[in-house]
């Protein structure tokens, strides 16, 4: 027999996203960093009698396991490296005004505000700004050991020391990374093939652009410095450009509405294979004969990636720039500077996060009841919106810190101050890599027993640090909603289609693009690419919207089959265009423009809306017209616009 719910206990949609964990291979090589990384400075400062020395940088070393993401080896030491600059800093100032007052409140509000404005800049930045406001948490709340400059010098050495680690086998694995992310991206392209004329193509075509995304970064991220004198570097190029031809392919051939050959399958898994593997020679493909003009066209596309997968030299002046050579550090650096500077957003956050930070550290520094760091540093890690919502991340840490104090309150009760805490110490640790890809509140169950244990090593409190560290959690999370994101209109009434309305008319551009005779084909690639990237994007952000709770979540939901839609008519202009090519009757201008005109008035309605509005879905033309598919995905699209 089945049993239901009661209706009033039934949790809600968004809570259930939120609490649900992701799935995510173990990185077991991270764990064992982790272990070592963490483990390995507690021994070393007891072996010598200084046990916080070590505490210290076993928590520096905390920050690295957490920034232990990358696959490239050139991205791991941005990701480790550069944050713990920032770190460093940080602790710095926060150590500086120790017990100072409305001094320790003031440096950390003005550091609070600089943390969030420079998370808006990237990736890096957003780790490095996390970094700086943490550690200057860290470092006001905690009484330091020995001199000024030493606490930054330890922190930084621990994180630095999983850095070391993590680049032992780069003399033997050198460029591997890229090369398997590149090998995945054909892996991705295989899957993508054998899903057309399935309902799993829209699933594969979104892993498609995951990975090529995620390779195309890999490869820029050397390209930027090595570009034509690195012969692997160019060879990762000329593989990943050849994937192009068969992506625009496949939307042509899942129009069919039946299964391609396996050949053509299994044709493109040999390459991933070789891809893998570095081989550059012979390699007989079984491919089918092709039937049809999109046949022809993933025909020769197989046939033009074998070439240059197996070619035993590729010259770099034949490589076409499909996605735009990266520009110069120095322009890079001056363009992030402006944007902060300039950008609404970035000043609206950093006032944002600033004004929690005030909040908390006023309490802990002013108010004669006493509080600890652990307030600030609850804010610090909740208002995080680029990490996802912060009325989610402010529940799953509170949830996350109940769950972890009951480990905590197992090894402080039962496990004595010395070199127990090392053992401990080693158990825990691989936990933190292990359940961060989980989710946030995994995270945060991972990583309270570790600070508390080595906050143990330097206040000695023990289980009287349980019952307070609870109460300063919930605080800070209170703090977090109600000045981070009650007060804050646009974080609760965010307008979720303004992003996608840009992509629409991006997507009115590309539809007038893709059938121009004067087009670059290199820049229609491009153009696609960014289009498939930014509706990704979206994709993030929508799924970041429906774990808020209404009216945000609820919008998002409403919005959600849009998204998709939207895609569909991408795929729709790259199918028409591999038929052009192929030599279908090209549309008129006429067609070309009254589409156009039909998304660039969807993308309108959607931008001066927060709700779904009623558009106009009529839209007619020959109906042997090689947009005739197209103009049916648009006409769907706009129907979805409009309420039901």
């Known amino acids: 027999m089945?049993?239901?719910?009661?209706?009033?206990?039934?949790?809600?949609?968004?809570?259930?996203?939120?609490?649900?964990?992701?799935?995510?291979?173990?990185?077991?090589?991270?764990?064992?960093?982790?272990?070592?990384?963490?483990?390995?400075?507690?021994?070393?400062?007891?072996?010598?009698?200084?046990?916080?020395?070590?505490?210290?940088?076993?928590?520096?070393?905390?920050?690295?396991?957490?920034?232990?993401?990358?696959?490239?080896?050139?991205?791991?030491?941005?990701?480790?490296?550069?944050?713990?600059?920032?770190g460093a800093l940080g602790v710095t100032v926060g150590a500086l005004v120790f017990e100072q007052g409305w001094l320790a409140v003031t440096a950390l509000t003005g550091v609070a505000l600089l943390s969030g404005m420079i998370s808006s800049i990237g990736a890096v930045a957003s780790v490095s700004g996390l970094l700086l406001l943490l550690n200057a948490v860290i470092g006001a709340g905690l009484p330091m050991p020995g001199d000024w400059w030493l606490p930054p010098l330890l922190m930084s050495g621990g994180g630095l020391l999983v850095l070391a680690l993590a680049l032992l086998s780069w003399p033997l694995r050198s460029g591997v990374p890229e090369r398997t992310s590149v090998a995945a991206a054909y892996r991705a392209v295989a899957g993508l093939l054998a899903a057309c004329g399935t309902d799993a193509y829209d699933a594969a075509r979104y892993d498609v652009t995951r990975s090529l995304n995620d390779a195309y970064d890999l490869v820029l991220a050397r390209r930027a410095r090595q570009h034509g004198r690195s012969p692997e570097l160019v060879f990762l190029l000329a593989q990943l450009n050849a994937l192009t031809p068969i992506v625009e392919a496949a939307p042509a051939a899942h129009r069919y509405g039946k299964p391609l050959p396996e050949g053509s399958v299994d044709a493109v898994r040999h390459l991933a294979d070789a891809?893998?593997?570095?081989?550059?020679?012979?390699?007989?493909?079984?491919?089918?004969?092709?039937?049809?003009?999109?046949?022809?066209?993933?025909?020769?596309?197989?046939?033009h990636a074998a070439e240059v997968v197996t070619a035993q030299n590729v010259d770099p002046r034949t490589i076409v720039d499909r996605l735009g050579r990266p520009a110069s550090l120095s322009v890079r650096a001056y363009r992030a500077a402006r944007n902060v500077l300039l950008s609404g957003t970035s000043w609206r956050y950093g006032l944002r996060l600033a004004l929690c930070i005030g909040i908390a550290q006023a309490l802990v520094s002013l108010v004669p009841v006493q509080r600890s760091y652990w307030i600030a540093l609850t804010v610090t890690f909740v208002m995080k919106p680029d990490f996802g919502s912060v009325f989610a991340r402010a529940l799953l840490r509170a949830l996350g810190t109940v769950a972890g104090l009951v480990v905590a309150a197992v090894v402080l009760a039962w496990v004595p101050l010395g070199w127990w805490d090392v053992v401990v110490l080693a158990v825990l640790a691989p936990l933190i890599p292990a359940l961060t890809p989980r989710g946030f509140g995994y995270q945060t169950a991972a990583i309270t027993p570790v600070i508390l244990l080595l906050s143990d090593v330097l206040n000695h409190l023990g289980t009287g640090l349980l019952v307070p560290r609870l109460v300063d959690s919930l605080i800070g999370c209170a703090i977090a909603l109600v000045a981070g994101?009650?007060?804050?209109?646009?974080?609760?009434?965010?307008r979720v289609g303004a992003r996608l309305a840009d992509a629409v008319a991006d997507t009115a551009r590309y539809v007038e693009t893709a059938f121009g005779d004067t087009a670059d084909p290199a820049a229609r690639a491009r153009m696609r690419r960014r289009l498939y990237r930014d509706l990704s994007a979206i994709r993030t952000e929508f799924q970041r919207a429906l774990t808020e709770p209404p009216p945000t979540g609820r919008r998002a939901a409403a919005w959600w089959p849009l998204v998709v839609a939207v895609e569909r008519i991408v795929d729709a202009t790259t199918a028409a265009r591999v038929r052009v090519k192929q030599g279908a009757p090209s549309p008129s201008s006429a067609e070309i423009a009254q589409v156009a005109l039909q998304l660039r008035e969807l993308a309108e309605s959607l931008r001066e809306t927060e709700v779904l509005i009623a558009v106009r879905t009529d839209l007619t033309g020959p109906a042997d017209s090689i947009l005739e598919p197209l103009r049916q995905e648009v006409a769907a699209a706009r129907a979805v616009a409009s309420p039901h």
């Open 485 to 494: 994101y009650l007060l804050w209109p646009e974080s609760w009434h965010a």
């Open 275 to 303: 891809v893998d593997a570095g081989h550059r020679g012979p390699l007989p493909l079984r491919l089918p004969e092709p039937v049809g003009e999109t046949q022809r066209a993933l025909d020769h596309a197989l046939r």
């Open 2 to 86: 089945s049993r239901e719910f009661p209706i009033g206990l039934i949790p809600p949609d968004w809570l259930v996203r939120s609490l649900r964990p992701q799935r995510s291979p173990v990185n077991r090589p991270a764990v064992a960093r982790a272990v070592i990384a963490m483990a390995l400075p507690l021994a070393l400062g007891l072996a010598a009698g200084r046990p916080a020395y070590g505490a210290l940088a076993s928590m520096g070393a905390v920050s690295g396991v957490i920034g232990d993401t990358a696959d490239a080896y050139r991205m791991r030491i941005l990701n480790i490296a550069v944050p713990q600059l920032f």
